[in-house]
């Protein structure tokens, strides 16, 4: 297998499995998150091959790192990775690391706070019969796009009207075994698509949403910082970031810089270290035992992730990834 595999053609090596992929923009298809499941069983690297003008799906990129996968690009007989834009080469077996220079058109040059929304929500949920999941999806999506999510699946494209309550008994068939659904909402420029994971845990059930939208630019600051109002008596922590590389929940394969993080909501489950310092003034949310924490990271006096940090280690809390 010494030659790279060019058009629809699909390889499996003793290293990796390749897919090809020539369509404007690749979702989590069924086959394709089945086909991410046996290369992680069998201990192969997944690598899904796009032309450079194609995009990809939250969902998929969300697939992908769990998987840990790779986006490959291919622009002429040249490919590159898809989120770092570094060179590839085949080598025989997989895409690898290539010793060409990379080319001053592939360097990231991206605003500060331009890009796409991606919010991270974890609720802890007692594991009663009462429990109605999907609360703060709906949430999310209505103040990123202003109504409630339009569906939800397995896969993409979600096949099934947004039901709280039918997501829920979905996730009940699966249980003890961790759910993953696809979340969409919105349309256009406020397009919305997202990940809920369900999973038990020895406190209840862990609810996990990642959701990626519109631009910063279209949503009020007011929308995001009365969404976690709304969640500060249910979530454990929720985090806004901004990525410049992503828009309605689409990347493209032009190399951006990282997500910078806009705010953290941390939940009233937390207590402060009371060894760390205040780097970073919060506003209350909530009283009493529920009171919650929301601190804008966007305007302190250092950098945004040096100031998430400083605010996780003064509740001793972990990065998030």
């Known amino acids: ?31 394709l998150a089945q086909a991410a499941v046996d290369a992680v069983r069998d201990g192969l690297l997944l690598q899904v091959v ?16 769990q998987a840990q996968g790779q986006w490959v690009v291919r622009e002429g007989e040249q490919y590159r990775d898809g ?10 077996h997989r ?19 331009t890009g796409g929304l991606e919010i991270q929500i974890v609720t802890v949920h007692p594991a009663t019969e009462a429990l109605r999941l999907g609360a703060s999806a709906e949430a999310a999506v209505r103040a990123l796009t202003g109504a409630e999510p339009t569906g939800w699946g397995v896969a993409e494209p979600a096949t099934e009207p947004w039901s709280r309550h ?18 969409v909402g919105g349309e256009d420029e406020s397009a919305t698509l997202g990940v809920l994971t369900v999973e038990r ?30 969640l500060a008596g249910t979530a454990r922590s929720m985090i806004v970031t901004v990525h410049p590389g992503r828009s309605g929940g689409l990347r493209s394969s032009t190399p951006s810089m990282p997500a910078l993080p806009w705010g953290i909501l941390v939940g009233h489950h937390e207590r402060p270290v009371e060894s760390a310092p205040e780097v970073v003034v919060g506003r209350a949310l909530g009283r009493g035992a529920r009171r919650a924490w929301w601190y804008r990271l966007d305007g302190g006096p250092g950098a945004p992730y040096e100031t998430l940090g400083a605010v996780l280690r003064r509740y001793g809390l972990n990065v998030p990834r």
């Open 201 to 230: 845990v020895d406190v209840g059930v862990r609810e996990q949403l990642r959701l990626a939208g519109p631009p910063l630019s279209v949503v009020d600051a007011a929308t995001l910082e009365g969404l976690a109002e709304k």
């Open 83 to 92: 989120l770092t834009g570094l060179p590839l080469r085949w080598d025989g």
């Open 1 to 31: 297998m010494g030659e790279p595999m060019t058009g629809a053609t699909d390889t499996i090596s003793d290293r990796a499995v390749v897919l090809h992929q020539d369509r404007a923009v690749v979702g989590l298809a069924p086959w």
């Open 166 to 183: 039918e997501l829920t008994a979905f996730c009940r068939t699966r249980a003890p075994a961790p759910t993953s659904l696809t979340v």
């Open 50 to 65: 796009t032309p450079a003008d194609g995009v990809i799906t939250y969902p998929f990129e969300t697939m992908l790192a």
């Open 95 to 113: 895409f690898a690391s290539s010793d060409t220079v990379r080319s001053a058109g592939s360097l990231p040059t991206d605003t500060p706070w």
